[in-house]
């Protein structure tokens, strides 16, 4: 019976010979089985591609106080938030472009690129001797930085349907992973002559650049990376596809398998025509579009500002805690996500649906971010446990809101599209993340001078201004707003 099954499929679509996309439907088609391999792959190229972007954010506030640009401690965060910021700017210049020339030459080729970017840039970060060179090299990594949109066209193009909530889990939950183990990195190796002078002398070049060490160690893992991605399989079409043979072959998959009925079929081919068409004019894509970069700012606003609460001093509502505490922090809460993302997201999309994933999230993030104040005014062990507690919730509620979203863009466009859908995607969060650490660092700055204040004063007004970021969020996942393909 298999047997018979496998030959009807190959009979039925039309595969092209020498079609690098039709091998991996092909392959899509007929195996079966969890694709482990494939999981592998996504999981470590998007974690290549987050590990930098807020690797820097325990030790920044060094950073600028070692070059000697701000005048006063208060300074300290307006300065941070503009090298927080060129990193998305150079994104923001560059993402459709990339997505286009992913649509046309293959995914492939803008991962390696993307990878070996990495490499070289980040590695110059950590080289920077001074506030100008610190921001160039951002903005470099940010324009080179071409592998999350891509990532996310590859993803939905290399599983099968019945694996995409899995798929944009993997790429969120590395995304997420990467945004807090970076941070950890940077926060463990950084300064590493006075942390650990047994092993890193003042004169090596670790001890003159204080901050080199987690930038290599995280271009060393690009460059690993590079290499396993030389094996990977292309899955863009070089020819027009079929795009009734393709429907045809879904439904002689499902038939066979007992999981749809004849509705689903049609609804699946009216789907897929409506996607079609000017990208801009596709309201279902460009609302989740919407929602994903709001939902974006206030994730790089937190992870800034985070970093700059638990580094400022006690007198200023801060933790005074050092760039190893931070990375304490954060390795927890990486762990917690990772767990949470592998074993509870797939069941609870499935059983609640994106868009009601990331109310939920959305909403329990409110009283959570507001008891951050009021934990500063703890110590000891009550301190660090409710810290860590909080610090994982907000992770993992934060993650899983964006994953649902990505969710939706992807079910939203063809294949044919998809790359230069996502790049459209990448440029509007980029440019909310461009805004992000710069907000970011001008409030937390601000905060600080208005201690004594009668309304929100100090943090209050930070976090106060972070939760006003997610209830518009969650309110733009309603009708008649948000519709979904």
């Not at 987690?214 to 863009?236: D, G, N, Q, R």
């Amino acid at each position: 019976m298999a047997d018979e099954y496998k030959e009807a499929l190959l009979q039925k679509q039309k595969y092209h010979d020498g079609c690098p996309g039709c091998k991996v439907e092909q392959m899509k088609q007929l195996r079966r089985g969890y694709p482990y391999l494939e999981l592998s792959f996504v999981w470590i190229i998007v974690l290549s591609t987050s590990l930098p972007i807020s690797s820097l954010y325990p030790f920044l506030y060094y950073m600028i106080e070692d070059f000697g640009v701000a005048k006063t401690e208060k300074d300290i965060g307006f300065y941070a938030g503009f090298v927080g910021c060129s990193f998305m700017l150079g994104r923001a210049l560059t993402s459709v472009f990339w997505g286009i020339v992913a649509d046309r030459y293959g995914r492939k080729p803008i991962i390696l690129l993307g990878t070996i970017s990495i490499a070289i840039f980040n590695a110059l970060f950590g080289l920077s001797m001074n506030f100008w060179m610190a921001i160039g090299t951002r903005f470099l990594l940010g324009s080179f930085n071409c592998l999350l949109g891509t990532m996310k066209a590859y993803a939905s193009e290399i599983f099968r349907d019945e694996y995409q909530a899995t798929a944009m889990s993997a790429v969120s939950t590395a995304w997420g992973i990467g945004l807090i183990i970076g941070p950890a990195l940077g926060g463990f190796l950084a300064q590493p002559a006075d942390k650990y002078p047994n092993v890193f002398s003042q004169d090596s070049i670790f001890g003159r650049f204080r901050y080199a060490l987690p930038c290599f160690t995280i271009s060393a893992f690009a460059l690993v990376v590079t290499v396993l991605c030389c094996f990977i399989p292309e899955t863009l079409h070089n020819h027009k596809l079929d795009s009734t043979s393709h429907d045809d072959s879904y439904d002689i998959l499902e038939a066979a398998s007992g999981e749809s009925t004849a509705s689903t079929g049609k609804v699946g081919k009216n789907e897929r025509k409506a996607s079609q068409g000017s990208l801009l004019k596709n309201w279902p894509l460009m609302s989740s579009i919407i929602v994903y970069c709001v939902l974006c700012l206030h994730d790089t606003a937190y992870s800034e500002i985070f970093a700059l609460w638990a580094n400022s001093p006690r007198k200023y509502g801060g933790l005074s805690y050092s760039t190893n505490d931070v990375g304490t922090v954060l390795a927890i809460s990486g762990f917690g996500l990772f767990s949470f993302q592998v074993f509870v997201y797939p069941f609870a999309e499935k059983l609640l649906g994106p868009i009601r994933v990331t109310r939920f999230a959305g909403a329990l993030m409110i009283p959570i971010q507001m008891s951050y104040p009021f934990i500063a005014n703890m110590s000891g062990l009550s301190l660090s446990l409710m810290l860590n507690c909080a610090s994982i919730l907000i992770n993992v509620l934060s993650v899983s809101a964006i994953t649902g979203l990505l969710i939706l863009q992807n079910r939203a466009v063809d294949q044919s599209q998809r790359g230069a859908a996502n790049g459209i995607a990448m440029t509007a969060m980029s440019l909310f993340k461009t805004v992000g650490p710069a907000g970011a660092g001008i409030l937390f700055s601000w905060s600080e001078t208005r201690l004594n204040a009668a309304f929100l004063p100090g943090s209050h007004m930070v976090f106060f201004v972070l939760n006003v970021i997610v209830v518009v969020g969650v309110a733009l996942t309603f009708k008649p707003f948000l519709i979904t393909a």
